[in-house]
């Protein structure tokens, strides 16, 4: 009985100091986020000297986590980039699996957002839905291919998005085989895919294109050994991907071999940080697109149109580049962006 | 001594649910959040206005469901860990025939639809089940294999033969189950559940064959001697668990999501034993806890919204529920607990 | 046909195989080391989770990866005395701690997570830990490079293999571990510690698989974000009852898995016409098949997953 005392005692003392553990280590670090929320009061204090009445606030959706180092860490840099242009409060709930993206959706419509946005075509249907219920709410999808009233879709350029990386691709490629990773089998990936593949092909005829899709946006280390596998296995020494966190898998992949490059997107990935691997990044303004909807929700004209991010309007821009790009290369690419912002590099 | 007993066991899960909450607030409060606040947005987002609270239903269908299946294998004392996947395999098979049988309309369509959901539940549960008694494998593993090439078969059907267009998902099913309370999502499958649950509940307890199952997953040695078919029924249990997952699977594609993408069925499986565990194995102690876990994830999003505080914070409440419910439904029942409470109730009675 | 009988090919898909099947044989081992002591504990992913997490924070902070790995052990003993404390002492059902464990963890991790860095969007990266070819043994061809250029976690990995057979097969304290599971009440009476015994394999368990999740962290990839384990704890736990409770079955079933899911990666990039959710399959199914195939006769310690009682005599 009494060395089941001890046992007892024992247990309930590694408890304890998993509890006390937690939460010193919260009180350490709590700072960060009160200074956090004191960073953002100048935007809530810019909004109230703009607009002295209506506080606007904009919320953001995402499946995959907002510190994913890609996809979801871009829209939310792009929604919160905007905001502070606009005086918009910004809100946004990540990791959310699909049968709550209409409950989270509404759930912000009921507390009063004025914008609500919607980073990517799988929430079309969650849109549709709680966006009937709740027209005086405005929904940004992006990209979306529907309209209506209270609904603006925001579409980048894929077509373009893949020609700008399959040209770079196809230029720096010594192999002549490059690679291709996707996290699911959207709509949007497959067009980057073949207009990647397209590009590539146009720049360099011998031109081989490598491609796996992860079958998630999370799983790093699965993208790590797809780009290993595709070095090894094929040789591939540029690489493209559309997969949020596996990217970043991948990229540390490619980091362990001499030579092997990677191309980014959508936000510019060598302004913020430094990478032997990455070459240039294919750079869509999400931000941009966004502060347009911000635009049209405060003048009350918001609804019923597509907004494209395209090269002509300035969306879609190229990103900087590395050393390991030469300069011949880089004066060469800029003219076939050229190129396809007129339409005529693949007819 | 039998009222106490009850008393106990339906007060130790409402105090754990309660201690939860109070961890959950220290947590809160931990982080510079306020707990009031923040749980005033949980019950807010869970009973605020009736479109709240039908979600809160609408939540709950699911889970009733892989909660029963659950508690119906458990009773014959085999584990499912499947339901997840034969609750896909069930919307599967739905899909197939919604968009298959074109010549059917509405209701029969719907009917069908529901049945392939059950057969395709059973056919998936069937396998671990068979592979059991057969060739006695472990049927926890088998199970879980079967989850993942579900959920890849799932994904095969909605990026390939069954793609609708631009997305990777199929197209949404055309005979839909009725909703019925005013301009909410509650749909017809929360009836099924129900009636479902009180089926099961009388099969359980009050019919012979129940008897039998519940005594192999009491004592198997002890079910042999008495006679009792012990590996069929245990097949018997995997399948009809399998085919209640199924069913789900196939109501909550009629009822709520319409068609099969990504995430469908997620994390369904694994919160259906939680549950089942939590109710007693009780089906209807299963219909109240799935209920419990679909408030608070319904809450759990306004209140994320509204505070800005991580979910994460109500998994961290989810998981206290469990671990503090199951641990004070076992307390109890520790040996000298029980003759402590005995004891105490028997004192209480003289006093009187 | 004969890019898949190129060396280089074979070389890259073993050494895939070997990376891939590590994490997955550590935490298997702790499975074992759980089960051959009558504890089911099926939250093998969530404890991995909360592992992966503590050991990138402290390779994250400190610099040192192989700290990382200690403290996710620290974290994964942490994180399991909890299904330790309600299984041993209360009695309770082993599935529902592994379940609850599986939610909790991960959650713990996300939430502790999002308190050190914020909101912030920017992906924190932390140092690897650096490859430590073993002097002599790494210059032999071919199998120098295959089996002795890799990191320390996966020659712990590999080394824990035969000494856990000793242990299990070859030593009295080994038996007595192994009595535990098998007939708890006769152990007793002989004078072993159940209970502390149980309490123990507990802290093994944890203590390797959050190892196994720490590796994920600061061998393998830099960075570390919700979801990263990605079901590797259930396949571990699949792999003790494929490997039929011994070391060496272990290690068989881990490099399986470590096998198929390499080659169903190079698959894809060799074939992508093939959709890939089908090769994707090809671990799960393989398993199946392999079990269905062989079956297993032998269930198990004998009391695997049964509370134990002193009291009940």
Known sequence: MKQKFMALMMALAMVMTAFTGCSSSTESTSKDTTTENTASEPTAAETEESTPDTVYKVAMICDSSIADGGWGAACYNAMVAAAEKYGFETQYTDGLTSADFASSLRSYADLGFSLIFAPGNQYTDAVVEVAADYPEVSFALLNGTVEADNIVSLLPDAEQIGYMAGALAGLMSKTNQIGFIGGMELDTTKAKLASYEAAAKAVNPNIQVVSAYANSFSDSAKGKEIADSMVTASDVDVMFGDASAVDSGAREALANYEGRYDIGQPSDLLATQESAVVISSVVTDNATLIGLCMEDVKAGTFGNKTIYGNLSNGTLSVGTFSDAVPAEIQTQYLELVDKIKEGTFIQ | ?352 | MEVFLNWNFIQELILSTIRMATPILIVALAELYSERAGMVNIGLDGIMAFGALIGFLVSYSTGQPLLGVLAGAVGGIVINSVYAFCTIHLGAEQIVYGMAINIFAPAIASFLYKIKFGISSSLAQATLMQEMPIPVLSSIPVIGKLLFSHTPIIYLAYLLVPLSYVFFSKTKAGLNYKAVGEFPKAAETMGIPVVRTKYLACMICGALAGIGGAYLTTCYISTYSDGVVSGRGFIALSAVIFGRWMPGGVLLAALLFGFTDALQIRLQVLNSSTPYQLLAMIPYLCTLFVLAFFGIKKAGPAANGRPYFREER
């Not at chain 2, 005033?40 to 009733?64: C, D, H, M, R, W």
């Not at chain 2, 994830?297 to 989810?318: E, K």
Request: glycine share 12%; charged share 10%; net charge positive.
């Open chain 2, 1 to 352: 001594m039998k009222s106490n007993n009850k008393f106990i066991k339906i007060a130790v899960p409402v105090l754990a649910v309660l201690l939860s909450f109070l961890v959950g607030a220290i947590l809160i409060a931990c982080i510079g959040g306020n707990p009031a606040q923040a749980y005033q947005y949980l019950f807010k987002g869970a009973f605020g206005n009736l479109s709240n609270f039908g979600e809160t239903v609408v939540k709950a269908t699911p889970l009733i469901f892989t909660g029963l299946a659950a508690t119906f294998a458990y009773k014959c004392g085999v584990f499912n860990l499947g339901a997840e996947g034969q609750f896909v395999m069930g919307a599967c098979a739905s899909i197939f025939v919604s968009t298959t049988f074109t010549g059917l309309n509405g209701v029969s369509l719907l009917i069908v639809s529901l049945l392939s959901g059950v057969i395709a539940g059973g056919a998936w549960g069937y396998i671990p089940g068979i592979l059991k008694i057969t060739r006695g494998l472990n049927e926890m593993i088998v199970s879980i294999m079967l989850n993942y090439i579900a959920i890849l078969f799932m994904g095969f059907l909605y990026t390939g033969p069954f793609r609708d267009g631009n997305l990777p998902q199929t197209a949404a099913v055309t005979a839909k189950l009725a909703r019925f309370v005013g301009n909410t999502r509650i749909h017809a499958g929360i009836i099924l559940a129900l009636v479902l649950a009180l089926v099961l509940y009388y099969f359980l307890f009050y019919t012979s064959k129940g008897f039998q199952l519940r005594a192999v997953g009491l004592n198997q040695t002890a079910s042999q001697f008495n006679g009792y078919p012990v590996k069929k029924l245990m097949l018997l249990s995997f399948i009809i668990s399998g085919a209640i997952a199924g069913l789900g699977g196939s109501v909550e594609l009629h009822g709520t999501q319409f068609r099969l993408m990504a995430g469908f069925g997620d994390g369904y499986g694994f919160d259906g034993v939680a549950i089942a565990l939590i109710g007693q194995l009780n089906p209807v102690g299963t219909v109240v806890v799935a209920y419990l876990f679909a408030v608070l994830r319904a809450g759990a999003t306004t209140m994320q919204v509204g505070t800005g505080l991580p979910t994460s914070v109500i998994d961290i409440i989810q998981a206290l529920v469990i671990i503090f419910a199951v641990a004070g439904s076992a307390f109890v029942n520790l040996p000298h607990i029980r003759q402590f409470l005995a004891n105490l109730s028997s004192k209480k009675a003289e006093e009187v």
